[in-house]
């Protein structure tokens, strides 16, 4: 079973800058991983994934602001957020799965994080 664990979300103004960190409780090399986000009263929507080969899928809406990497010495992944905007405000999750790819669909994925809110005023 993997626990996902998310930090480094806050309250930041438009324009500026966040990374966000996930951190695995098993060596994460052969696991997809993937950002999720949800804001109040919408669905739950795909962010940015990374398929074990290094494949990348991001979303329209972050393409050009937001980087997704991952350390796996530190099973660990990031989401580098800059040029924040107010409708990126969300609860920001991590996922891992050991055969999604960096397909952005949340149902195809097994391990969740518990969360964290990112605020852009």
């Known amino acids: 079973h993997v626990q996902l664990v998310e930090s480094g979300g806050g309250t930041v103004q438009a324009g500026g800058s966040l990374t966000l960190s996930c951190r695995a409780s098993v060596p994460i090399n052969w696991y997809c991983l993937a950002w999720f986000r949800q804001a109040p009263g919408k669905e739950r929507e795909g962010v940015a994934g990374l398929d074990i080969d290094t494949s990348i899928t991001y979303a329209d809406s972050v393409k050009g602001r937001f980087t997704i990497s991952r350390d796996n010495a530190e099973n660990t992944l990031y989401l580098e957020m800059n040029n924040l905007k107010p409708e990126d405000t969300a609860i920001y999750y991590c996922?891992?799965?050991?055969?999604?790819?960096?397909?952005?669909?949340?149902?195809?994925?097994?391990?969740w994080g518990q969360g964290t809110q990112v605020t852009v005023s």
């Open positions: 996922a891992a799965d050991l055969n999604t790819g960096s397909v952005l669909v949340a149902d195809l994925w097994d391990y």
